[in-house]
Each structure stands twice: as C-alpha cells, then as structure tokens.
Antibody, heavy 122, light 107 residues
C-alpha cells in the first residue's frame, strides 16, 4: 500500500523560498504523476502542480512563475519549491499521487500525504 | 479555469438521514469528476472517482452520479463518522480545480 510522508520548514518570512519534500513508500514510483496541493486555513483546495519520474511537469498557471517541482527517483522522492512567498501562501501543503488512467484520461488524487502547515509571517 | 460550485455550503443532518450534495461545473466536464471527504486536521480522502465509481474500501452508502455540468454525491444513511467536509474536483482540464466544499454537520 502506497504511503506518502512529507516534511519541510513550517515558518518562513516574506520573500523567502518554501521548500517541501515528499517520500513515497510501498509502491511503484515510476508509473505515476505526483502532485502538490495546498489549502489555506479554513479555505478550499488549490492544485499547485505535478511531476512524473522522468521529470515532466505541469503547473498551475496562477503559480507557475514561482513554482519548481523536482524529482529524485533514486530516493522515490519529489520536492516543491515556491519562491518569493507572502502571507497569501500560508497554507497546509499536501503531496499526493495523481492516479491517471491512460485509456480514459481520468485521474484523481490518491493517496495523500499528511500535510505540512507553512506559515509566512514577518 | 473551470469553476466548480458546490451546494449547499453547509448542511445539518441527523444520523440515518439521506443526504445529497450538488456540484456544478462552469462548462461540461463529461464524467471527469471526483469527490473527497476531509475531516478536521486530516488530508482529504478519495470517495468517488469518474463521477460514479466507488473507491476501494469506501462504504457503499456513498454514491455519485451525473455527467456534463451537474453532479451529486449521495450518502444513503448518515453515520457518525460521515460528518466532515466534502469537496468535488474536476480533472477535465488543467489546472484541475476543486469546489469550495460542503460542510456536513450534526443536527
């Protein structure tokens, strides 16, 4: 059974770079895309972007200029960097597997990591 | 971006009730619609994918239906553990987007 475990700095100052890593345990890493999703306190969910094992990425255009998602296949890990953070980037950040059915192009997020609260404050 | 609108935003119900949550897309998304359940302090959990397919391990009291722009999540008989927030999500086009959530509370 696939499990995702994530970690990273939880308190940042404005203009700093957010950095989180997610490790994948117990299943195939190469057959999937891997996503980052965030949720501001008390609000809804926003997809940030995704990456596959070969490093192919897709980003949300609203964040694309500040986001970099990378992969380390030797460790079954993928990482998120978000530059020039502001208070608006305060959120719980989740990693998740993008389960994609090639034939139908249907996809969904399952499973998810436990979430990391990142607070941006001066 | 495709906008996803859920209704109601919050709902009070009792154990044993039948509950329906609606999700509407701003354009047709065929059956590219997923439902998640989120409890406080926890990550979302996949319930329904491709509009009507029940994720493995999810109780059969949960069901999904719809196609095009209008979708529903139905809980046939509410259990105490079902009180949570529910989100729909479209995967028809990038960026994927979520509804604002429906908070299901105990009456």
């Amino acid at each position: 059974q696939v499990q995702l475990q994530q970690w990273g700095a939880g308190l940042l100052k404005p203009s700093e770079t957010l950095s989180l890593t997610c490790a994948v345990y117990g299943g195939s890493f190469s057959g999937y895309y891997w996503s980052w999703i965030r949720q501001p306190p008390g609000k809804g969910l926003e997809w940030i972007g995704e990456i596959n094992h070969s490093g192919s990425t897709n980003y949300n255009p609203s964040l694309k200029s500040r986001v970099t998602i990378s992969v380390d296949t030797s460790k079954n890990q993928f990482s998120l960097k978000l530059s020039s953070v502001t208070a608006a980037d305060t959120a719980v950040y989740y990693c998740a597997r993008t389960y994609r059915v090639v034939v139908t192009a249907q996809d969904w997020f399952d499973p998810w990591g436990q979430g990391t609260l990142v607070t941006v404050s001066s | 971006d495709i906008q996803m609108t859920q209704s109601p935003s919050s709902l009070s119900a009792s154990v044993g009730d039948r509950v329906t949550i609606t999700c509407r897309a701003s354009q047709s998304i065929s059956s590219y619609l997923n439902w998640y359940q989120q409890k406080p302090g926890k990550a979302p959990k996949l319930l329904i994918y491709a509009a009507s397919s029940l994720q493995s391990g999810v109780p059969s009291r949960f069901s999904g239906s719809g196609s095009g722009t209008d979708f529903t999540l139905t809980i046939s008989s509410l259990q105490p553990e079902d009180f949570a927030t529910y989100y729909c999500q479209q995967s028809y086009s990038t960026p994927v987007t979520f509804g604002q959530g429906t908070r299901l509370e105990i009456k």
